[in-house]
């Protein structure tokens, strides 16, 4: 009797490797967990808590919104997203999870990219927000020029970069304290950097510039952000590549060397030149004129308005102006300079007129005088009649300035008292006069 063959064993099936998680999945993963929504969420209510409270200062010119978003964005946001990232890379180690870490399927520098994106996109994301909510609040008040959208990009890399150092900083430093010290450590050295007089300062995420008729040189916005996120991307590689890979750091870093040597070159106005266009003088038909850059010409009929009971005193007087002006260059022989409507307008329109004519005729009786100039026995007496002139042609509003003295307001009395032809006689006196010579001011 024949057997049959046993049956064969079925082959043992290989063990199941589990599927590759995909980046873009544990990207998102990543992004939503940890302080990172709450830090963008911070960035963003800090900038637009900062950029309220100054809105009349910044409402009306894009120069004014970009400079005090890049402000708000480097010197305030900036150290939140240091303290932010630092307490992100720290998570891990105060969970004790970096050994499991290590056991995952994932290199050491893929695995420090997903867990840095946090840290250094939800900073810049936080930016974006107010970015857009205050451009899209100038927009109609605007009289000229363009948003400079490329300064914004460059902010953005910056916060996006010291996210990064700062995540760096805390997966190094396992101390509890590290993210606040470091958050004002940041601030100081921002501060201190954006302060300063050499041209280093615009290496920093937070140097001011001041004249709303400049625009940057063109290439300014891409060599700041090769400085920042080269810095950013050479701590990274040195940190997180393979030893043989770690000269890669090198790249990032030369790169932003490479890119700070034009900016520690630059003039002290910085990268900012005068743009002919927005700068372009436009007047109105008074005499004296009154002359605002075209950027703020949505403003001339207010400025003029304002100054028209001053300039009907000036009109036709010998040493009175010719042309109130505000521009780049500042007056030439003949004019007054004028202050800057901006500081008093809201939302495209000039909210006290009063308080403008007074800081115009301040601004026009405004001294050159050297030291030592203004001594003599008459100096107190020609300090009191120049009060009295200003306060004359431009009473001080109620509520601001500091009341006139018994002689200066003898003085206005008997200005107001005087016939209209007498009054003019007396400001052609004093126009003539040298007010820095005390006994050359004449007396009402």
Not at 146 to 165: F, H, K, N, Q, S
Not at 207 to 226: I, L, Y
Not at 405 to 416: E, F, I, K, S
């Amino acid at each position: 009797m024949t057997t049959s063959p046993a049956p064969a064993r079925a082959a043992a099936a290989p063990p199941r490797t589990p599927p590759r998680t995909r980046t873009s999945s544990v990207l998102r993963t990543e992004l939503r967990r940890g302080a990172g929504p709450w830090t963008g969420g911070a960035v963003a209510v800090t900038i637009l808590v900062t950029m309220y409270g100054k809105a009349p200062g910044w409402q009306g010119r894009w120069a004014d919104v970009t400079d005090m978003l890049h402000v708000a964005a480097g010197l305030l946001a900036g150290p939140l997203a240091l303290a932010a990232g630092c307490w992100q890379g720290g998570r891990d180690r105060r969970r004790g999870t970096l050994e499991l870490l290590r056991s995952v399927p994932r290199g050491r520098l893929r695995r420090t990219l997903l867990a840095v994106a946090p840290a250094a996109l939800w900073p810049a994301a936080g930016l974006l927000l107010p970015a857009a909510v205050c451009l899209l609040a100038t927009w109609p008040y605007v009289s000229g020029g363009r948003p400079y959208l490329e300064l914004l990009a460059a902010d953005t890399v910056a916060l996006a970069a010291l996210g990064t150092l700062g995540h760096l900083v805390g997966l190094l430093v396992p101390w509890r304290l590290t993210a606040p010290l470091l958050a004002v450590v940041g601030y100081v050295g921002l501060a201190l950097s954006a302060y300063t007089r050499s041209s280093a300062r615009w290496l920093g995420p937070a140097a001011e510039h001041h004249f709303a008729w400049d625009e940057p040189v063109w290439w300014f916005a891409p060599v700041s952000a090769v400085w920042s996120g080269g810095l950013a991307l050479a701590a990274l590689l040195a940190y997180a590549a393979r030893a043989r890979l770690r000269l890669l750091a090198l790249l990032p870093l030369a790169a932003a060397i490479a890119a700070a040597v034009p900016v520690l070159r630059l003039p002290d106005e910085g990268p900012w030149r005068p743009d002919p266009e927005v700068a372009r003088l436009v007047c109105d038909g008074g005499a004296p004129q009154v002359c605002l850059p075209s950027i703020d010409r949505a403003l001339l009929p207010d400025v003029s308005k304002a100054l028209a009971p001053l300039n009907a005193r000036l009109r036709g007087l010998p040493g009175a102006p010719t042309r109130w002006v505000l521009g780049p260059g500042g007056p030439r022989p003949g004019e007054v300079e004028l202050p800057d409507p901006s500081q008093d307008a809201v939302r495209g329109r000039l909210e006290r007129p009063d308080l403008y004519l007074d800081s115009a005729v301040q601004w026009l009786f405004s001294d050159t005088c050297r030291e030592g100039d203004l001594g003599g026995p008459n100096a107190e007496r020609a300090s009191e009649i120049h009060l009295a002139v200003a306060q004359w042609l431009a009473p001080t509003p109620e509520g601001y300035g500091v009341p006139l003295g018994p002689a200066a307001q003898r003085y206005v009395d008997t200005l107001r008292a005087k016939p209209p032809t007498a009054q003019r006689d007396y400001l052609a006196r004093y126009l003539a006069a040298d007010t820095c010579r005390p006994d050359e001011v004449p007396i009402p």
